[in-house]
């Protein structure tokens, strides 16, 4: 079996150009959905980041800015500049780029985010309701993780689905999101006993790991359908994700390349969520 391909950038061109008719509707009413990002230091991977969101905002029509401050800025400024987007009116979402320096304390950044501006779903607040099944912002790679299986023809109910990781921003939350679309979930971790075993046993496979070379055919079943969370620069400065691609696409059911996989739909997510706090501050449905 030759896997089929899951083109992320082809799905998220598509998705993209529904969100954008939208922000074209909210527009008509007066209202412009705008994504106002906070960047606290030089780090040349989150930089990048952070300027593909702005770039893909402003090519559907939204407003967006990156707040650059200096790799030296004390906590209180950042909290300040914050309070200030929390308060403005014409901002629908925040996102303060991860990882911060290390004066700056993450948790008490998260938690200062207005909760209904909280595009990437990392506040308190916000990850507590999506354990509790209520509506909420959920983290945007795992919500663009979702988005591709759907167009891997593949029904979860039921299915085994093993998540390689166990961070915050993705492991968990596909955690849960995969739960609730009735799969069975194990999560495999750094401690975890014979991962090989439980990865053989796998109709879907998700690596967010960041280690390149470590999910190979051995461990694939004939027809899974492999999503490849890792983005690894090598000594070139090309990405590699977690998963022997080139051996393993011939054994998966599908596959995610990376670069092209899972990246395209992280920036669509984000957008998603900015729409969405747009459109739920101003009693839209
Ligand atoms: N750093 C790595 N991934 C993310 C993400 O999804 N959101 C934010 N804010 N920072 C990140």
Do not use: W
């Not at 790679?141 to 023809?153: F, R, S, V, Y």
């Not at 990246?263 to 739920?280: C, D, F, Q, S, Y």
């Amino acid at each position: 079996m030759v896997a089929k391909i899951l083109d992320g950038k082809h799905i998220a061109k598509d998705y993209r150009q529904g969100l954008q008719d939208q922000v074209q509707t909210l527009k008509a009413k007066g209202y412009t959905p705008k994504l106002s990002v906070i960047l606290v230091g030089n780090d040349g991977a989150s930089q990048s980041y952070v300027n593909s969101k702005k770039k893909a905002a402003e090519k559907i029509g939204m407003i967006s800015e990156i707040i650059h401050l200096a790799e030296d800025t004390s906590e209180e400024d950042v909290l300040k500049e914050l309070d200030r987007l929390n308060n403005d009116d014409s901002v629908s979402g925040i996102l303060v780029q991860v990882p911060l320096p290390k004066q700056v304390s993450e948790q008490k950044i998260l938690e200062a985010i207005n909760p209904e501006k909280d595009v990437d779903g990392f506040h308190p607040s916000n990850i507590g309701k999506l354990y509790i099944d209520e509506q909420t912002f959920v983290p945007c790679t795992p919500l663009g993780i979702m988005e591709i299986l759907k167009h891997a023809d593949i029904d979860l109910e039921g299915k085994n689905a093993v998540v390689i990781g166990r961070s915050h921003i993705v492991g968990q939350p596909v955690s849960k999101l995969l739960l609730q679309a009735n799969a069975t979930v194990t999560i495999l971790h750094s401690r975890t006993k014979d991962m090989h075993s439980h990865l053989k046993n796998a109709d879907v496979i998700v690596s967010a790991v960041g280690k390149p070379g470590l999910v190979t055919k051995d461990d694939v079943k004939e027809g899974a359908v492999i999503v490849d969370v890792g983005n690894t620069p090598d000594e070139n400065g090309k990405l590699k994700g977690d998963v022997e691609f080139e051996e393993v696409k011939e054994i998966a059911g599908a596959i995610t390349p990376v670069p092209g996989g899972v990246g395209p739909l992280t920036i669509t997510m984000v957008l998603n969520n900015t729409l969405l706090a747009e459109k739920m501050r101003r009693g839209i449905e």
